[in-house]
């Protein structure tokens, strides 16, 4: 089982990944992950911090020329802004100056800013916002990029792609297309939609929500494919694939909605319509709809794995709103970080992060080994037995 643990503060010097439990043998190309973390900075609506951050990993430990050794991998992600901070966020040096003056006392609504400040008695939210930040997805958008490299490398047919259906009001209904036409159209999309003309009208959206000192949200979609039937079990609740998956999914910071399948549809139609029927031809079982999103009993059951999640809109504004001052308790505008106007694409990159490290421990649970080419001997046994049936 692959465990994972981040560190790091937005302003601080860099973003740290552990990642224990990646078995030895594994050849990882430092720019399979610099490609997830580009492609986490893009899209249409990203703040002036993306103008300054050009993720780059950093491996320091758990390989050797290239390959995995079965020890712990270290990545560290610098932060380019650092030097603009290093007096107000140093680890150890005392701060040389009046601490008051850079206190931020003005909890956002939205944010982690009060109730951490709460629940940590601290004075200065700085002290919360610092590590809820969603830039500490930058590091697990890294060890999501591990875990993919090792997906493929055990699924030759696995690939995963997330895709933009709606920004505010502005929607499209991306069911009629294939997996394939999914990721061409999207990738070409600056808000990635795979949809032109929905694309420009959600770019639109944006351009006022910004002019208004506002921001948006968005629903996205996420799929898999070439996963093998059995991943997950039925056995536990802690084990069931489904469960896992929302879990880490709502993990994401302003994630507030996670469906699999045709999630809260499923509950407006009669069985007869959501279930989806079993079929055999010579390639084995399938399923003539996809309804359960390729999730049954918590369980893979050889289809397409579907996920659409919510992202509310980012908690700073521009335009604040309404909030207290934590010292005064004096009613005020909540405090104006550089932030995003929409970053729903970049959320997606970031889901896909966080799917492949779930998929990667029920994997490894399935065909566990230590080595690469044990586990890839124990998946070709399983799958001969599968087709056989």
């Known amino acids: 089982m692959i465990r994972y643990l981040t560190a790091g503060e937005s302003h601080g010097p860099q973003l740290t990944v552990i990642i224990e439990g990646v078995p030895a043998g594994l050849c990882v190309g430092v720019e399979d992950i610099n490609a997830q973390l580009a492609r986490r ?23 050797r020329w290239g390959v995995t050794l079965g020890s712990p991998i270290t990545m560290i992600i610098k932060n380019r802004d650092w030097e603009s901070w290093r007096d107000k966020m140093h680890p150890t040096n005392p701060y040389d100056g009046d601490e008051d003056e850079i206190a931020v006392t003005k909890p956002r609504p939205g944010h982690a800013d009060l109730s951490g400040a709460l629940k940590y ?35 030759s047919d ?12 502005v929607m499209f209904d991306a069911g009629e297309l294939t997996f394939e036409q999914k990721v061409e159209f999207s990738n070409k999309s600056e808000v990635a939609c795979p949809d032109e003309v929905t694309s420009e009208k959600m770019k639109a959206h944006i351009d006022k929500a910004k002019n208004d000192g506002d921001s948006l949200g968005g629903v996205i979609e996420i799929e898999a494919k070439g996963l093998p039937v059995g991943l997950g079990s039925h056995t536990h609740w802690d084990k069931r694939l489904d469960g896992l998956l929302a879990g880490s999914l709502v993990s994401i910071p302003a994630i507030k909605g996670v469906e699999i399948g045709a999630g809260f549809a ?9 279930h989806d029927e079993i079929m055999h031809d010579e390639a084995g079982f399938y399923r003539k709809s996809n309804n359960a999103g390729g999730i049954e009993g918590g369980m893979t059951n050889g289809e397409n794995l579907f996920m ?28 104006v970080e550089r932030s995003d106007i929409c970053a729903v694409p970049a959320a997606g990159v970031v889901a896909e992060a ?28 399983y799958l001969k037995y599968v087709q056989e049936r």
């Open 354 to 381: 966080v799917v492949c490290l779930t998929l990667v421990n029920v994997i490894l649970e399935k065909f566990g080994g230590d080595q690469i080419d044990e586990i890839r001997q124990n998946y070709q046994s």
């Open 158 to 169: 696995f690939d995963i792609h997330s895709y933009v259906t709606t920004i505010g009001k």
């Open 308 to 335: 659409r999640i919510a992202m509310k809109p980012i908690p700073t504004l521009y335009k604040p709103l309404q909030s207290v001052d934590l010292k005064t308790k004096e009613p005020f505008e909540a405090s």
């Open 121 to 155: 008695h601290f004075d200065d939210v700085r002290n919360v916002l610092e590590r809820s930040s969603a830039r500490e997805t930058a590091a697990r958008t890294a060890a999501g990029a591990l875990a993919r490299v090792l997906i493929k490398e055990l699924f």
């Open 266 to 274: 499923s509950a407006y139609y009669p069985g007869s319509l959501v």
């Open 41 to 63: 900075q893009g899209g249409y609506g990203r703040g002036g911090r993306m103008k300054i951050e050009k993720d780059k990993v950093e491996i320091t430990s758990g390989l």
